[in-house]
C-alpha cells in the first residue's frame, strides 16, 4: 500500500492485528461456541485459561510434595519409624535423598527404603538420639551397619 499522508499510515493496522487475531484464536481453537469466534470474547477467556495455567503450575508442585510425604509417612509406619525420625537419620548418616527419590523407593523399591529406615534408625541410635514417638525398633533386614557407618567406625579405632 502507499499512502500519501501519515495519518493513513498510522490507522492502517496492516498485518499485525491480524497475527495477533491469530495467536489468541489459535490458544481459543478448542474453545465451543462464540468463545472460540468471537475475538473479543476469545480474548477474555484465553487470558484467564492463562491465569489459572500459571496458579495450577504452583498447585502442582504443592500438591506433588504432599503426595511424596505421604507415601514416605506410609512407608515409615510399616517399619515403625516416624518421618521425622527418618529424615534426621538419613542426614546424619549423610544420606541426602529428596523426598521425591524416597517417595519412589518407598514405592517400587520396598526392601531398599527397609533398609535405608534401619540405616536411619541405627545411626540415631549411635548418636544417642532419641525420639518419643517411636515406640518400636523397625523391622528389617539385620544388617552389620558399623561397617556401613564410617563415623562409628572412626569413633571406635580412635580409642
Known amino acids: 500500500m502507499v499512502f500519501l499522508s501519515v495519518v493513513n ?19 481459543a481453537a478448542h ?5 472460540r469466534n468471537c475475538y473479543s470474547i476469545a480474548v477474555r477467556n484465553v487470558h484467564r485459561a492463562l491465569v489459572y495455567a500459571t496458579k495450577a503450575r504452583k498447585l502442582k508442585k504443592a500438591d506433588m510434595k504432599v503426595l511424596w510425604e505421604t507415601r514416605i ?9 516416624t518421618y521425622f525420625t527418618l529424615k534426621e537419620g538419613l542426614d546424619r548418616a549423610n544420606i541426602m535423598l529428596d ?3 524416597l517417595s519412589d523407593l518407598a514405592s517400587w523399591e520396598p526392601h531398599t527404603f527397609e533398609c535405608l529406615a534401619a540405616v536411619a534408625k541405627q545411626k540415631l541410635s549411635y548418636d544417642g538420639f532419641i525420639d518419643t514417638t517411636d515406640k518400636n525398633t523397625p523391622t528389617g533386614v539385620n544388617l552389620n551397619l558399623k561397617d556401613v557407618m564410617l563415623d562409628v567406625w572412626l569413633k571406635e579405632n580412635k580409642k
Open 73 to 81: 509417612t506410609a512407608a515409615c509406619e510399616q517399619h515403625n519409624i
Open 31 to 35: 474453545y465451543i461456541g462464540r468463545r
Open 9 to 27: 499510515w498510522v490507522r492502517s493496522r496492516g498485518p499485525d492485528e491480524f497475527w495477533r487475531k491469530r495467536k489468541i484464536f489459535r490458544l
Open 99 to 101: 523426598r521425591k527419590s
